[in-house]
């Protein structure tokens, strides 16, 4: 793919988002579904997608430190744990902060905290800066299935529900591991 064919499908791909759209993305892992964090629809059509119980909340993802701080209660976090998480990012780490104040209820579901990563993936990193901001991240399969890890597969789960991004996938074996970013206790494998 061209660098131009690649910024259209990148251009579209957030328009798409930003029109209220569910996209599949490649990440370092498997393929995630993503929205907009503060549409509300979006939000639930994703949901209604994954049929996932809005109660487990997902994380969100950025392309810099930039876009996931809003989502941090600063005044609650320790310089400490911030260093921590700033030391592994961008990176295949995702960290649970106190969330802020006026993160909506839907990202964090019955959860207290936010979870967020600072992603080194090239087109997922792409896509949040094409988007402008953080993106909902939440692996790309029906509640209780294995996760797509390729675009056919996220084509052949969702159909045209959903925008796909087409990409390599960065590596990993599994879904990146989630700290506590105060205790640094580690909450997923």
């Given at each position: 793919?061209?660098?131009?064919?690649?910024?259209?499908?990148?251009?579209?791909?957030?328009?798409?988002?930003?029109?209220?759209?569910?996209?599949?993305?490649?990440?370092?892992?498997?393929?995630?579904?993503?929205?907009?964090?503060?549409?509300?629809?979006?939000?639930?059509?994703?949901?209604?997608?994954?049929?996932?119980?809005?109660?487990?909340?997902?994380?969100?993802?950025?392309?810099?430190?930039?876009?996931?701080?809003?989502?941090i209660d600063?005044?609650?976090?320790?310089?400490?744990?911030?260093?921590r998480a700033?030391?592994?990012?961008?990176?295949?780490?995702?960290?649970?902060?106190?969330?802020?104040?006026?993160?909506?209820?839907?990202?964090?579901?019955?959860?207290?905290?936010?979870?967020?990563?600072?992603?080194?993936?090239?087109?997922?990193?792409?896509?949040?800066?094409?988007?402008?901001?953080?993106?909902?991240?939440?692996?790309?399969?029906?509640?209780?299935?294995?996760?797509?890890?390729?675009?056919?597969?996220?084509?052949?789960?969702?159909?045209?529900?959903?925008?796909?991004?087409?990409?390599?996938?960065?590596?990993?074996?599994?879904?990146?591991?989630?700290?506590?970013?105060?205790?640094?206790?580690?909450?997923?494998?």
């Amino acid at each position: 793919m061209t660098s131009d064919a690649h910024a259209t499908t990148l251009a579209a791909t957030a328009a798409a988002l930003r029109a209220g759209g569910v996209v599949a993305y490649p990440t370092e892992a498997v393929y995630g579904l993503g929205c907009d964090p503060h549409s509300r629809v979006a939000f639930e059509k994703l949901f209604a997608l994954k049929q996932r119980p809005p109660t487990q909340g997902v994380l969100l993802i950025g392309a810099d430190f930039d876009q996931v701080a809003p989502y941090i209660d600063l005044a609650a976090t320790p310089r400490e744990a911030l260093e921590r998480a700033q030391a592994s990012w961008p990176g295949p780490h995702t960290w649970i902060f106190p969330r802020a104040a006026g993160v909506p209820d839907w990202i964090a579901g019955g959860h207290a905290g936010i979870a967020l990563r600072v992603t080194e993936h090239p087109v997922a990193a792409a896509l949040c800066r094409a988007f402008g901001g953080a993106l909902v991240s939440t692996s790309a399969n029906r509640h209780g299935e294995p996760p797509a890890r390729s675009a056919a597969a996220v084509r052949a789960m969702f159909g045209d529900a959903v925008t796909v991004l087409d990409g390599a996938l960065g590596g990993l074996e599994r879904p990146t591991p989630i700290r506590d970013a105060i205790s640094g206790e580690l909450l997923r494998q």
